[in-house]
């Protein structure tokens, strides 16, 4: 039996499937022209809400209509994250499904509430505020925002310089409603099957007029990318970087009790072995990934630690040299009144953080800095305060409770007179790259080089590593700096200001790459003014809500 168009776009169950299925396609790693589905990947979505309009459906069976769709598109997406932990993976789509479903939710009531021209522009407008406030909260995972689905083609949204990652929602969310309204939206009710069945209204306007807006929506962001990007060029002084892959096995090789576990000596020395034969003289700077010195190090004791003695032994053997590296250490702290919220205690130890790190060694001589990740992925690397209570001693990727992190980025600066001083890192770790607004602070803050060190090897071989990889890519473009990715397995790369990766590594290899970075230091508009779409759409979704509640109590 075939399906018409008509049925097609009349049955709930079929939209719901639809829908999922193009965003996924048109997301990355899927590469051009898939990227084009993401501007209709909502369209089914939207007609599922008018679809269910017209039947009286009930908000209650809206909400389980968009959290299905949401939910496929949340397993089709990220399902990888089940291979790094099965309970970790499940619960990240399925809560995730459920708080993208809220603005969803709020649409409908405003829709119904407020009439037609009021309720789709809810739709984007709700949206767009969820996307700041999944950057910002406790629970933070924004890796489906929409913004993102454009990683694979950089060419396409050059002007992210301007707008950021929600520039690219902003988009997503304008064509998909500009194509739905040219569509659909001549009727006020759907056709529906014979059981529902009634007159519909027939277009106002000629076919050729109805698709012009959404034709502007496709192809002026396009337009203006091209232009951008074909005028680029790198700009900042030249500088010679070395990023190491050690490719230690997450599962097997890394920690303790794995079945082909490496000693942290023997980890370190690979990385010293593959950073030897990659060095020249013109060399500055040697990025490795993230936990690449594994055992604990306290801060407070770091200058006489075995791993420190070993890397000045290395850079002083190459004189202008500077390193960074993943660590794990430990911050202690004089007493209970002055520790953080994510302190533990011990009576041999006292109040102390254990923080996911990155140590900048300024030559060899030169003094050491630190910095404490702070984005930290929730449930892994940070609990809520509100659920502290509730899971108790629950262990969580190896440690009890929250990693301690810092209120500001920190930017590593050279401070002896041998090294560069036009060439400051800003140290990301791992999950922090997917963070626009994030990133953008360590450049007002003067860094002239992003250095990504990461960890990707716990999501094998999926799309997972693939798709954080290319996240950074508009990172690059939104501040205008060149990327150092270093990884401890997945991909370690080099990308420029344009958000091209001009050399990577393979996939599951030991390998360290060289290439000359260019060290920008001006500052784009994105991020000399910040974020300004996400905080602007939250206000304007709370006069919405109120509008809309206000107009049911006067009614």
Known sequence: MSLSFKDFANKPWLLTLLG?????????????????????????????AQVLRAQGASGGRWWRWAYLYLLLWNVLTTYWVAYSTVGGGIAANVLNAALQSLPLLAFWHTRRLAGRAVGYLSFG?????????????????PWLTLGNGFAAVPGWVQWYEYTGQLGGSVWVLLANLAIFRAAFGAAERV???????????????????????????VALPLLVSFGIGSRWQERG???????????????????????????????????????????????????????????????????AHPDLLRIRQLLSAHPGLRLVSGMTSIGTYPSKE?????????DDVGFYDVYNAAL????????????????????????????????????????VGSYGSQDTRTVFRAQS?????????????????????????????????????????????????????????????ETRRD?????????????????????????????????????????????????????????????????????????
């Open 237 to 303: 002084p030249a500088a010679e970087v070395v990023v190491v892959q050690p490719n230690v096995d997450p599962f097997e090789e890394k920690f303790e009790g794995g079945a082909r576990y490496l000693s942290p000596e023997a980890q370190r020395e690979r990385m010293i072995r593959l950073t030897e034969q990659t060095v020249t003289p013109q060399t500055r700077l040697v990025l490795w990934p993230e936990t690449s010195l594994e055992t604990y190090h306290w801060e407070n004791q770091l200058a």
């Open 125 to 141: 407008v709700y949206w767009l505020a969820f996307e700041q406030l999944h950057l910002t909260w406790d629970l933070s995972w």
């Open 483 to 555: 990327i150092a990715r270093a990884a401890n397995t997945g991909v370690s790369a080099f990308v420029n200001q344009r958000g091209d990766i001009v050399q990577q590594t393979g996939w599951w290899t030991q390998a360290a790459s060289r290439y000359v970075v260019h060290l920008n230091d001006e500052l784009t508009f994105y991020v000399r003014y910040g974020e300004l779409l996400g905080p602007a759409a939250q206000v304007l979704a709370g006069l919405l809500l109120g509008w809309a509640l206000l107009r049911r109590f006067v009614k």
């Open 338 to 346: 002055q520790a953080s919220e994510t302190a533990r205690y011990r």
């Open 20 to 48: 999922p299925v193009l965003l996924w396609v048109g997301w990355p790693v899927h590469p051009a022209p898939a990227p084009l589905l993401l501007l209709v990947g909502l369209v089914p979505l939207l007609r599922l």
């Open 360 to 399: 900048h060694v300024d030559g060899a001589t030169g003094p050491t800095q630190v910095y404490h990740k702070s984005k930290l992925v929730p449930g892994v690397e940070k609990v809520p305060g509100w659920l502290n209570s509730a899971l108790g001693t629950i262990n969580l990727g190896g440690v």
């Open 417 to 477: 007179p041998a090294t560069d001083s036009s060439l400051r890192v800003a140290p990301v770790i791992c999950y922090e790259s997917i963070y626009s607004d994030y990133v953008s602070e360590y450049v007002r803050r003067g860094a002239t080089l992003i250095g990504i060190i990461t960890n990707d090897g716990w999501w094998s071989d999926s799309p997972g590593y693939k798709q954080h990889l290319l996240y950074g890519r508009l990172r690059a473009i």
């Open 191 to 217: 056709e529906l099957p014979a059981q529902h069945a009634f007159v519909v209204a027939r277009p106002a306007v000629r076919p050729a007029r109805r698709w012009l807006l959404p034709a502007l929506a």
